[in-house]
């Protein structure tokens, strides 16, 4: 290596500015180096071990071989130079490293090689050939891809810092060189870190300048808690557990002494509400002990003894009380840590809140994802997960804050569901699984409602009650993002939401809306249907999947084609009962597959009116159903509880008897394309409206013929004096069909679909088109409570409707009534 470096050196002066590692050998041997265990040390630590760290403290140095072809030789040698930085290398019997004296024969215990079986050889001098070659503890020698030993030789220690070594023998992608840094610090003051850094001129090493692998730190400790608790103001809560430890150091006695303190003081508008009477616990590694301790209003104080300063890693404080005696709401509570001679750490731990009862689950937990559309048995599906979502912790911030005299509703997301409950409870508190069948029942199973006076109040010398369930979910094929579960009702100050869950759908699909003229046989659909998996080898082989048109039937068969990238196959492609059906045939392994269904044909009846027609798509196998059919009108009567399908009626049961959602199967949307099919003509000619409409300005209804309809949203004048009518209401009033009234919330536009024309306007457009011709319109399309208006003489253009006329106020020459079609 020196050679090396004095060669690069004379070359050229500016390339002294280049890291060592720019000057690697240009063949395509890698590695990747780092270093595993590094390790903070205070300064007393070294101070004590005169800056030595031994083998069995040691951070490792790695070079993990990434790639392992040699431009050149079958059996290269490789040498490797280990530089450290504020230290020097130390041998196996802990002496620093000599020239001299120092042979691979006392650094053998240092060094070692994994193959990439995990299976490690560590380093054997042999005194015959003076070389130290690689073995495993029963002596079988590593060798290379020639047969080749491996081995190390070729020692040169330039100074005790610095050591060079060869390795002889073609190493393997994934083979780990690994070298104990046993070594002694030079410096062992404060901030001080010590690094390595190895460089070589035949291997390309990625990431080898100075490797932190020991630092030295100030004498300190880390406070956390589990939780950060809630508290009222005025009120006291209990912090559960404080954990002390040395934030360097193997354990406390690296921090304190005996005869040392530990206080613990709280930050402004907190006190303490422990006393001699009600005393905090201590445990040293789980271990009670019973220390000197002396509370004061805001300040407890713990005298180290030998249970502390021993071999201790942690200290533990059980059953800390704090009040918020003057903190307002939002307020903070913040234990300051301190100990002799170490530098101080606060920790919060409780907030001030303006409600009493609080519900929460753990933050440093993954929401589980799960996959709708799936029972719990994931049938149809290879997933695993069990479906449960996140505990979930309902607790009193007090005791007796949870008015029992009051209703309280649990509710999930519509289209989500649970079919187990796991209850446990704590300090008395009486709610169990039986509880939380009958508030589902109570609530129909769309929420869990539960009576006032399920639990007995609790007392005021108690602790708070606290309440944890578990739930297993399932969620109709539609529903997909955050299951946000709520709490609500009158024991509560306010409202509180938490995620416990997330849903995402097994396969998406794809699809472009398509205009078409009304025919009869073999209809083109001119565009693909695009179905693709959530991840690769997701969807189970013998799955099967349909494809149905709403009011529509598909025609001849069409073509399923797997893309080729997945692996995955299909078979049993057929068109029957208007159906589309194709089943899995082999799982896709290495992509998430894309299925392309294609020459999509119709079969149309002329009477169809115009409008737009919906694609649905269902996983039979998934749903636990044999047809669409079947899947639409489920109703729970036919559900069996051995055969797992059939969603989302598995539901809590109670005793064996099975409860299901309802009767009505029409909630469960398996729509993936709204007018997927817009049918632009119908089969016979429109003759225009004859329904004569009576719209009073201001009311909540209108009449159409002799029919009062009510309205969501008045008809108005706006601020520049036009009348504005409801555009789904007037449309429907007059005859059109409420599915060819169509809302896009992306674009905000409505769209209308009526015999040949296709009518559409989008919020604060002040045009409207007709059959794609523009049409400027008086004033600007507007919402009001979720409804859009439209000037009626505009409507009235649109539709197509001339009988147009309207009453007036003479005092302020505003429409009173507007009336369509009436002199018909």
Same mark, same amino acid.
Do not use: C, H
């Given at each position: 290596m020196k050679r090396f470096i004095s060669l690069a050196m004379a070359s050229v002066m500016a390339a002294s500015l280049l890291p060592a590692t720019a000057f690697a050998a240009t063949g395509d041997a890698k590695a990747t180096a780092k270093v595993v265990g590094s390790e903070n040390y205070t300064e007393q630590e070294m101070e004590s071990t005169d800056g030595k760290i031994d083998q069995s403290d040691a951070a490792e140095l790695q070079m993990t071989f990434t790639t392992a072809d040699y431009a050149s030789t079958s059996v290269p040698d490789a040498e490797i130079e280990l530089t450290l930085d504020n230290a020097e290398f130390l041998d196996e019997s802990g002496n620093v490293i000599d020239e001299d004296s120092t042979t691979l024969e006392n650094l053998d215990e240092l060094?070692?090689?994994?193959?990439?079986?995990?299976?490690?050889?560590?380093?054997?001098?042999?005194?015959?050939?003076?070389?130290?070659?690689?073995?495993?503890?029963?002596?079988?020698?590593?060798?290379?891809?020639?047969?080749? $030993?491996?081995?190390?030789? $070729?020692?040169?220690?330039?100074?005790?810092d610095n050591l060079t070594f060869t390795l002889v023998g073609q190493m393997e992608r994934g083979y780990v060189l690994s070298y104990n840094l046993t070594s002694q610090l030079t410096k062992t003051s404060k901030n001080t870190q010590a690094t390595v850094t190895v460089d070589s001129s035949d291997i390309v090493i990625t990431n080898g300048d100075d490797l932190v692998y020991a630092s030295i730190e100030s004498k300190g400790i880390d406070a956390s808690v589990k939780k950060l608790k809630d508290v009222a103001v005025e009120e006291v809560v209990t912090i559960e557990d404080l954990k002390i430890e040395p934030s360097v150091g193997a354990n406390m006695a690296a921090v304190v002494d005996e005869g040392d303190t530990i206080k613990l003081k709280l930050n402004s508008g907190f006190e303490f509400a422990n006393s001699t009477s009600n005393e905090i616990t201590i445990e040293a590694d789980g271990t009670e002990i019973n220390p000197v301790v002396s509370y004061d209003d805001d300040e407890i104080i713990i005298t180290v003894d030998s249970n502390i300063s021993g071999e201790v890693d942690e200290l533990t404080i059980i059953g800390i009380q704090v009040e918020a005696t003057s903190a307002k709401e939002g307020s903070t509570a913040t234990i300051k840590v301190s100990a002799s001679g170490n530098d101080s750490v606060s920790v919060e731990v409780a907030t001030v809140v303006d409600y009493a009862v609080s519900m929460s689950v753990d933050e440093d937990e993954d929401v589980p994802v799960i996959y709708s559309g799936v029972d719990v048995d994931n049938t149809g599906i290879t997933d695993d997960s069990d479906h449960e979502s996140l505990e979930v912790t309902i607790e009193e911030t007090f005791a007796g804050a949870w008015d029992n005299a009051k209703k309280f509703t649990l509710t999930l997301p519509e289209g989500v569901y649970a079919t187990d409950v796991e209850v446990t409870t704590d300090n008395g508190l009486e709610l169990d699984e039986e509880d939380f069948i009958n508030a589902y029942d109570e609530g129909e199973y769309e929420y869990f409602e539960f009576d006032k006076r399920i639990f007995d109040e609790n007392e005021s010398d108690n602790d708070p009650y606290e309440l944890n369930f578990t739930f297993t979910l399932v969620a109709d094929p539609g529903f997909e993002g955050d299951v946000v579960l709520s709490l609500s009702g009158d024991a509560l100050d306010e409202d509180q939401e938490v995620v416990i869950a997330k849903f995402v759908k097994p396969y998406t699909v794809s699809?472009?809306?398509?205009?078409?003229?009304?025919?009869?046989?073999?209809?083109?659909?001119?565009?693909?249907?695009?179905?693709?998996?959530?991840?690769?080898?997701?969807?189970?082989?013998?799955?099967?999947?349909?494809?149905?048109?709403?009011?529509?039937?598909?025609?001849?068969?069409?073509?399923?084609?797997?893309?080729?990238?997945?692996?995955?196959?299909?078979?049993?492609?057929?068109?029957?009962?208007?159906?589309?059906?194709?089943?899995?045939?082999?799982?896709? $392994?290495?992509?998430?597959?894309? =299925?392309?269904?294609?020459?999509?044909?119709?079969?149309?009846?002329?009477?169809?009116?115009?409008?737009?027609?919906?694609?649905? =798509?269902?996983?039979? $196998?998934?749903?636990?159903?044999?047809?669409?059919?079947?899947?639409? #009108?489920?109703?729970?009567?036919?559900?069996?509880?051995?055969?797992?399908?059939?969603?989302?009626?598995?539901?809590?049961?109670?005793?064996?008897?099975?409860?299901?959602?309802?009767?009505?199967?029409?909630?469960?949307?398996?729509?993936?394309?709204?007018?997927?099919?817009?049918?632009?003509?119908?089969?016979?000619?429109?003759?225009?409206?004859?329904?004569?409409?009576?719209?009073?300005?201001?009311?909540?209804?209108?009449?159409?013929?002799?029919?009062?309809?009510?309205?969501?949203?008045?008809?108005?004048?706006?601020?520049?004096?036009?009348?504005?009518?409801?555009?789904?209401?007037?449309?429907? #009033?007059?005859?059109?069909?409420?599915?060819?009234?169509?809302?896009?919330?992306?674009?905000?536009? =409505?769209?209308?679909?009526?015999?040949?024309?296709?009518?559409?306007?989008?919020?604060?457009?002040?045009?409207?088109?007709?059959?794609?011709?523009?049409?400027?319109?008086?004033?600007?399309?507007?919402?009001?409570?979720?409804?859009?208006?439209?000037?009626?003489?505009?409507?009235?253009?649109?539709?197509?409707?001339?009988?147009?006329?309207?009453?007036?106020?003479?005092? !302020?020459?505003? !429409?009173?009534?507007?009336?369509?079609?009436?002199?018909?």
């Open positions: 060094i070692y090689l994994k193959d990439d079986d995990n299976i490690q050889y560590s380093l054997v001098w042999d005194d015959t050939d003076s070389v130290a070659y690689f073995q495993t503890k029963s002596g079988d020698k590593l060798t290379d891809a020639a047969g080749t $030993d491996v081995y190390i030789t $070729d020692l040169d220690i330039s100074d005790t699809a472009q809306q398509n205009d078409l003229n009304i025919d009869y046989r073999n209809t083109e659909i001119p565009t693909d249907v695009v179905i693709t998996e959530a991840e690769a080898g997701l969807w189970e082989k013998g799955s099967e999947f349909a494809l149905t048109l709403d009011k529509i039937e598909f025609d001849d068969d069409a073509s399923v084609t797997p893309d080729d990238e997945s692996g995955l196959s299909v078979k049993n492609v057929k068109t029957t009962d208007g159906e589309i059906r194709f089943t899995i045939d082999e799982e896709s $392994d290495d992509e998430p597959a894309t =299925v392309t269904v294609s020459d999509l044909t119709l079969y149309m009846d002329r009477s169809l009116p115009a409008g737009a027609y919906d694609l649905n =798509v269902y996983a039979l $196998d998934m749903l636990g159903v044999d047809s669409a059919e079947k899947a639409e #009108s489920f109703d729970g009567s036919d559900y069996d509880a051995d055969d797992k399908g059939y969603l989302p009626q598995t539901l809590l049961a109670e005793a064996g008897t099975d409860v299901f959602v309802g009767d009505e199967s029409d909630d469960i949307d398996y729509t993936v394309k709204t007018g997927f099919v817009n049918i632009v003509t119908a089969g016979s000619d429109t003759t225009g409206f004859t329904t004569k409409l009576t719209v009073p300005i201001g009311e909540n209804y209108l009449i159409a013929g002799e029919t009062q309809v009510t309205l969501d949203a008045p008809a108005y004048i706006n601020d520049e004096g036009y009348t504005m009518l409801p555009v789904r209401a007037i449309s429907t #009033s007059l005859g059109i069909d409420n599915n060819n009234v169509l809302w896009d919330q992306a674009t905000r536009t =409505v769209t209308i679909l009526y015999g040949d024309r296709i009518i559409s306007m989008t919020a604060g457009s002040s045009v409207m088109y007709v059959n794609g011709s523009s049409i400027p319109t008086s004033s600007s399309v507007e919402i009001v409570n979720d409804r859009t208006f439209l000037p009626m003489r505009d409507l009235a253009t649109a539709l197509g409707v001339t009988d147009l006329t309207w009453d007036t106020d003479p005092t !302020t020459g505003k !429409t009173t009534t507007v009336y369509m079609n009436a002199n018909r």
